[in-house]
């Protein structure tokens, strides 16, 4: 709430942890819930948001090392993995959708 510039409908904002939000989702009109703790929640982000992030979204989850370690064997058979067709169609099959492979 403190980064708020502006809040002229005067809407009540609480901060809560993340996986949380699942839980008291009937105690509140609206909740920021990432994607992980709502799938475990059994919500389908798909049907049940109201808005999702696009494949597009500068939030997307990123692979990092050292930078001593980025050649690595074991680090560039981690990255080819991740970025192989069986992963992606393993996302596409899995999270029908409510996770979206941005390689």
């Known amino acids: 709430p403190r980064d708020i510039a502006e809040n002229p409908k005067k809407i009540k904002v609480r901060e809560l942890e993340a996986a949380t939000l699942p839980r008291v989702l009937d105690q ?3 909740a920021l819930i990432n994607t992980n703790y709502a799938l475990e929640a059994g919500l389908n982000p ?3 948001a109201l808005i999702i992030e696009g494949a ?3 939030y997307v ?4 090392t ?3 370690n980025k050649n690595s064997d074991a680090v560039q058979k981690l990255v080819k993995a991740l970025h192989s067709d069986e992963a992606k169609a393993f996302i ?3 999270y ?3 996770v979206v492979p941005t390689f």
């Open 56 to 58: 597009d979204s500068p």
């Open 66 to 68: 050292r930078e001593d």
């Open 96 to 98: 029908k959708g409510a």
């Open 28 to 30: 509140v009109d609206l």
């Open 92 to 94: 596409n099959d899995k």
């Open 61 to 64: 989850n990123i692979l990092v």
């Open 46 to 48: 798909n049907k049940d």
